[in-house]
């Protein structure tokens, strides 16, 4: 089955400890990309793959880190994470972007910061 | 860069009746609005897009028009039922800068 499959679904940790938010996909797709979705605000690009070691920052990058060193995968990483993270999380792939590229999401990932 | 207001931010609507939700946009070389609807605890998933050489498309119960002059975009639900209920997320891709940003969200509710 096509999938996008984030790991964990849920997160609660502490102030400073670092984590690391899991993504893969099985569709050969070249595009991935995270995102943050808070009440309000809808959904916001954090961070964004083209192919495989090639990522860019997206609309709100700050306090996040990403790698793409295989096709499949793409981690989000919280180096020190601090309760304005607190969040729900989710990732994204695409053949490609714009037309006729729809985004295929995972179920998304709570992450709790206290 | 490109701005997506979406309304209304919550909808609550009675089984069968119709249910409209509208964006719009200030960039006027956006050419793609596709519309995702997510289930609770699941993430969005698209149900509907349109181009921007294109006025109307409908899908079963779903429709979505496009007014580019005026830069908005409406998705409309017909004979509503208690498994549309979701939130609901517009999204305008922009070809100047090769980027999807989503509108806020709509969360609709439908009695039965």
């Known amino acids: 089955e096509a999938q996008v499959t984030q790991n964990p679904r849920y997160l609660i940790t502490v102030t400073g400890k670092k984590l690391t938010v899991t993504c893969s996909q099985n569709?050969?797709?070249?595009?991935m990309s995270w995102y943050r979705q808070d009440p309000g605000l809808g959904l916001r690009q954090i961070y964004y793959?083209?192919?495989?070691?090639?990522?860019d920052k997206g609309d709100v990058p700050e306090g996040y880190k990403v790698s793409r060193k295989e096709k499949r995968n793409f981690p989000l990483i919280l180096e020190s994470p601090s309760p304005n993270q607190t969040s729900l999380y989710f990732c994204?792939?695409?053949?490609?972007?714009?037309?006729?590229?729809?985004?295929?999401f995972g179920n998304g990932t709570r992450l709790t910061v206290t | 860069g490109e701005n997506v207001e979406q309304h209304p931010s919550t909808l609550s609507v009675q089984e069968g009746d119709s249910a409209v939700i509208k964006c719009t946009y200030s960039?006027?070389?956006?050419?793609?609005f596709p519309w995702y609807k997510q289930e609770l605890g699941k993430g969005p998933q698209l149900i509907i897009d349109i181009r921007s050489n294109v006025g109307e498309k409908k899908d079963q119960r779903i429709a979505v028009t496009l007014n580019k002059t005026a830069k908005h975009f409406s998705l409309h639900i017909t004979e509503t039922q208690p498994e549309d209920s979701a939130v609901y997320f517009c999204a305008v891709y922009s070809s100047n800068t090769g980027k999807l940003i989503f509108g806020q969200g709509t969360t609709l509710q439908v009695k039965p």
């Open positions: 994204a792939s695409s053949l490609g972007t714009g037309v006729d590229s729809p985004l295929h």
């Open positions: 960039d006027s070389a956006s050419n793609y």
């Open positions: 569709m050969n797709h070249e595009y």
């Open positions: 793959s083209m192919n495989v070691e090639v990522t």
